[in-house]
């Protein structure tokens, strides 16, 4: 969802007049709005009521003024080159969009900033109605009353669709600390653990518990692993 803040500028004018014997201050206040969110929306749109008909291509820069308008989104910062081959017909906009670039996100293994590839190809046909109508995904539906194409939602959505599912740094290149922090008990450390422990209860040192509660984690590691094989 794009979110937007209005700023106001407050412009403040006075006038000395005077009525017979009587002098006084009249102050013309005025108000201008804008939006810096809007601005950099429009920076993603196409005017297509002064095309011709056939095709038309316009190319795009997609940086962190686009992320900032989308609300909780995973996108730290990046840039995009966006390339937009257009075809007008009578009736429907038909676009064909490319994607090319890298985003920032954050790595599932440290938490650090991650750099992801950005390797998008899609199409997007627009028709215009009268009636209001929901985009489905394939077609984007205008008022014939509109003069521009808005893209922000989009190029931003097809960004994100194209993240990776798993999103780390390549072999190396985390934080070792961070790392340190999670890190996970390996099979042969656990094998360790639980023989040391089996040990001390053999013993006498220990109590049973433990070694019931260590083989109830053993079990649940090796189910996991087998549902991830499936």
Same mark, same amino acid.
């Given at each position: 969802?794009v979110?937007t803040?209005?700023?106001?500028?407050v =412009? !403040? !004018?006075s006038e000395r +007049?005077?009525?017979g %014997? =009587?002098?006084?201050?009249?102050f013309f /206040?005025t108000?201008?709005?804008g939006?810096?969110?809007m601005?950099a &929306?429009r920076?993603?749109? /196409? &005017?297509? %009521?002064?095309?011709?008909e056939?095709?038309h291509?316009?190319?795009?820069?997609?940086?962190?003024?686009l992320?900032?308008?989308?609300?909780?989104t995973e996108?730290?910062s990046?840039? +995009?080159? *966006? %390339?937009? =081959?257009l075809?007008r017909? &009578?009736?429907?906009?038909?676009l064909?969009?490319s994607i090319?670039?890298?985003? &920032?996100?954050?790595c599932d293994?440290?938490?650090g900033? +991650?750099s *992801? $590839?950005?390797?998008y190809?899609?199409?997007?046909?627009?028709?215009f109605?009268?009636?209001?109508r929901e @985009?489905?995904?394939?077609t984007?539906?205008?008022? $014939?009353?509109e003069?521009f194409?808005d893209?922000a939602?989009y190029?931003y959505e097809s960004?994100?669709?194209?993240?990776p @599912?798993?999103r780390v740094? $390549?072999?190396?290149?985390c934080?070792?600390d961070m790392l340190?922090?999670f890190? /996970?008990?390996?099979e042969?450390e656990?094998?360790t653990?639980?023989n040391?422990?089996?040990?001390?209860?053999?013993?006498?040192s220990?109590?049973g518990q433990?070694t019931?509660q260590?083989?109830a /984690?053993k079990q649940?590691?090796?189910?996991?692993?087998k =549902?991830?094989k499936?």
């Open positions: 969802m979110s803040r209005a700023e106001f500028t =412009n !403040v !004018v +007049c005077s009525v %014997k =009587n002098s006084f201050s009249v /206040i108000l201008q709005t939006s810096i969110e601005n &929306a920076k993603y749109s /196409i &005017a297509w %009521k002064g095309l011709s056939g095709e291509t316009f190319e795009f820069e997609a940086g962190d003024d992320f900032r308008l989308f609300e909780n996108i730290k990046g840039h +995009c080159d *966006v %390339k937009v =081959n075809l017909a &009578a009736r429907q906009l038909r064909g969009i090319r670039g890298s985003v &920032a996100v954050e293994r440290c938490l900033d +991650c *992801v $590839p950005i390797d190809d899609g199409e997007l046909l627009v028709k109605s009268d009636e209001v @985009y489905d995904g394939d984007l539906w205008l008022s $014939p009353s003069d194409v893209l939602q190029i960004i994100v669709l194209s993240l @599912y798993q740094h $390549p072999d190396g290149e934080d070792p340190e922090r890190r /996970i008990v390996s042969q656990f094998e653990i639980e040391e422990t089996q040990q001390r209860e053999s013993e006498g220990g109590s433990w019931e260590l083989s /984690i649940q590691m090796e189910q996991e692993e =549902n991830k499936h």
